[in-house]
């Protein structure tokens, strides 16, 4: 089965995120608005992996998320997002994920992110992300729990279990 390791940001974030997301992201109706921790990825033996998704999260204290800007993956990829200020615990999260849980190096550099627009003609992006650059955004929330999600047949994601961080600072 495919799954993933996400962070959904409360309410509000989301709000705004789908505002442009229902307009500009082909996978509006596939899963909220969210920050991937790990890419999709194939798992048999779901058991074992939530004893090392839990084990993980049990080391990794609550922290705090701040948006601050735009920003793209062009020309890598068509994709317009929200990005965070930096914050070593989520890079932390990411690395002990991919190492202890899946046991592999990642394939592309971790960029937290929300995304808003992608599957779009490069102008049109383009457009957007200059739109978007002119506007301010400062949105903070608090980070204590994660969602391993798997994918269904109609590609959509649903929630299988949520971990919450238990670390210490």
Excluded at 110 to 117: G, R
């Amino acid at each position: 089965m495919k799954y993933s390791i996400v962070i959904y940001p409360p309410r509000e974030v989301q709000d705004r995120a789908n505002a442009l997301r229902k307009r500009y992201d082909s996978h509006y109706t596939l899963i909220p608005p969210h920050i991937k921790l790990v890419d999709a990825f194939e798992w048999e033996n779901v058991l074992e992996l939530t004893e090392r998704i839990e084990k993980v999260a049990q080391t990794i204290p609550p922290f705090t998320l701040r948006i601050n800007k735009v920003g793209t993956f062009l020309p890598i990829s068509p994709v317009v997002y929200f990005g965070f200020e930096k914050n070593e615990v989520i890079y932390d999260f990411h690395e002990k994920l991919i190492h202890q849980v899946l046991n592999q190096e990642p394939k592309f550099k971790f960029t937290p992110h929300i995304t808003i627009a992608q599957d779009l003609p490069e102008q049109e992006l383009h457009d957007i992300l200059g739109r978007l650059k002119m506007k301010e955004y400062d949105m903070k929330f608090p980070v204590d729990r994660v969602h391993l999600c798997y994918q269904l047949e109609n590609e959509s994601w649903n929630v299988h279990q949520t971990f919450l961080l238990k670390g210490t600072k």
